[in-house]
């Protein structure tokens, strides 16, 4: 009856840490700062997504589950902007866009 | 090897690595970054020694508003250091001595600590049982503002006394102007979009981190600092300016905390008997009334010394 | 449960000690900024990994003040080597 719950929770995470590794492999391997960018927050985001979705089954209470989900949310929006703002930075300098 | 054994191994092996990059990092502002990673990996550490204040005021304080600040001062000196890098470095033997020096510290600390006696001694068996005469639930803040109030009060001055100083350091014909360089609002830009979608976030966690202080890991430092760190980023955006230092308002503000904590201090001659006792009927009460105005005075101190020494003239 | 999210966080850890070597070795100030924001995405997965595997329920409160403060510096990071490059380094 409770093993419902526990095996959503582990599928999820297990997702969640296959795309943080997707993120870092992407990270070492790719060659210039824009698309290491993009496999950073790309995949991060989608991890942190999913562990929060495995721990949401875990959750004891409407609160917990509120706040997990508050933080996924002010990473990723905080995260989205902030990219752009790194890739503004990380342009070559004197390009125009 | 359990599990959590090589969990906390593999976090010291990397709060040990990023330190030593942070050391041998080959210019200021990539040794900022190295430092803000290392005080967040902290946190890590200080949660898994059952600290949760700690890695709280870690994260904000340690790492976030501190990180900030460095990054302040490694701007200033981007000038200073643009060139002859290398004939600057100290000597080799200097360098080597200071590892040495560094490595017995590490040693003796951590001789002490593994030399401690198993259970160690502890006053929280003590501490925990009169906290019900506080009206707390959470321990630290029962230390923090009831057993040893007074360490908490000398350190909110301390915090006006450093901002004073960096104050100090304004020449003087713009003593009395505004701190730091003027941002510009950039209107369709992202950091106003970034800013006007953290800043009321930030300051509703850093009102909520404060609050539940009383009963749950948080209180008002951590409070403060979320709270200066979304000043202080507004400030960055542009979205609002500097005042100017020599404002009254913001005098007022800064001295309100630690002045209320020392009026109340005084009141507890009267009504407990000593400097800053509270009477068992209302010290949850006067507590609160102690940390709401020392949050504001600490988040404008803190806020205030991230923006750092006055150095422009007001409509410029 | 426990010891399966344990290793989950640790896992996370591991991957951001990985990201970690090659961002803060890398030829720029962007790559370094990014540091910032990996450790605060990884960071807080593993901490509010920890609070549910772990007897510490306030790590989930940690977590979010380092998501935030992260989020903060890395604003404050983007603006110290913008201003690096306007000042002609």
């Known amino acids: 009856m409770s093993l419902a719950p526990h095996t959503l929770t582990i599928l999820a995470i297990l997702a969640g840490a296959f795309f943080f590794m997707a993120g870092t492999i992407g990270l070492l391997r790719f060659p210039d700062p824009l698309s290491r960018l993009h496999a950073l927050t ?22 917990p589950a509120l706040k997990l989900v508050a933080i996924w949310l002010l990473v990723l929006l905080a995260g989205a902007t902030i990219t752009q703002l790194i890739a503004h930075a990380a342009r070559p300098n004197g390009s125009a866009g | 090897m359990t599990l959590a054994m090589a969990f906390d191994i593999g976090l010291a092996l990397l709060v040990v690595g990023v330190a030593t990059w942070t050391i041998v990092a080959h210019n200021t ?20 020694l059952a600290a949760p204040d700690v890695a709280l005021t870690e994260a904000a304080l340690g790492s976030g508003l501190t990180g900030g600040l460095l990054l302040g001062a490694s701007t200033r ?31 003796g600390l951590s001789a002490l600590v593994l030399l401690l006696p198993v259970p160690a001694a502890t006053l929280a068996p003590q501490a925990m049982a009169s906290i019900a005469a506080t009206g707390l639930g959470n321990p630290v803040t029962a230390v923090l503002m009831a057993y040893r109030a007074i360490d908490t009060l000398l350190e909110v001055v301390v915090l006006l ?23 510009h609002a950039d209107s369709e830009g992202f950091l106003t979009f970034i800013a006007q979608l953290l800043v009321p976030v930030g ?10 202080g009383s009963d749950a890991p948080g209180g008002e430092f951590q409070g403060a600092t979320i709270l200066a760190a979304m000043w202080v980023l507004a400030m960055m955006a542009g979205l ?15 001295v309100v905390g630690p002045a209320v904590f020392f009026a109340i201090g005084l009141a507890g001659f009267a009504m407990a008997g000593g400097f800053l006792a509270y009477p068992e009927s209302h010290a949850k009460m006067l507590i609160v009334a102690i940390e709401m105005p020392v949050t504001l005075s600490i988040a404008a101190a803190l806020a205030l010394l991230v923006a750092g020494p006055p150095e422009r003239a007001p409509g410029r | 449960m426990d010891d399966f999210l344990l290793g989950a ?54 977590g979010l003040v380092l998501a935030l403060l992260a989020a ?13 490059k306007v000042d002609g380094k």
């Open chain 1, 42 to 63: 790309k995949a991060d985001n989608l991890g942190l997504g999913l562990v929060v979705l495995g721990l949401l089954f875990q959750a004891e209470g409407l609160l």
């Open chain 2, 29 to 48: 502002f990539a040794a900022v970054v190295g430092f803000v990673a290392y005080g967040l990996l902290l946190a890590l550490v200080w949660v898994r």
């Open chain 2, 240 to 254: 609002v300016d500097a005042p100017p230092v020599s404002r009254r308002w913001l005098r007022l503000v800064l």
């Open chain 2, 203 to 212: 300051i509703l966690v850093g009102i909520h981190i404060f609050w539940v």
């Open chain 3, 9 to 62: 966080a640790g896992f996370v850890l591991a991957m951001v000690a990985l990201g970690l070597v090659r961002i803060l070795r890398g030829p720029g100030d962007a790559d370094r900024i990014m540091a910032a924001q990996l450790l605060g995405t990884g960071g807080t997965a593993a901490l509010l990994l920890l609070a549910q595997a772990t007897s510490v329920p306030a790590a989930a409160d940690v």
């Open chain 2, 161 to 183: 006394l450093a901002l004073v100083g960096i104050w100090s350091l304004a020449p003087d014909r713009v003593w009395d102007s505004l701190p730091g360089p003027r941002h």
């Open chain 2, 77 to 107: 000196l981007r000038r200073t250091e643009t060139s002859e890098d290398a004939a600057e470095l100290p000597a080799g033997a200097l360098r080597l001595t200071a590892v040495g020096l560094c490595t017995l510290v590490a040693a």
């Open chain 3, 72 to 84: 903060f510096v890395s604003v404050a990071f983007v603006k110290g080597a913008e201003r690096s």
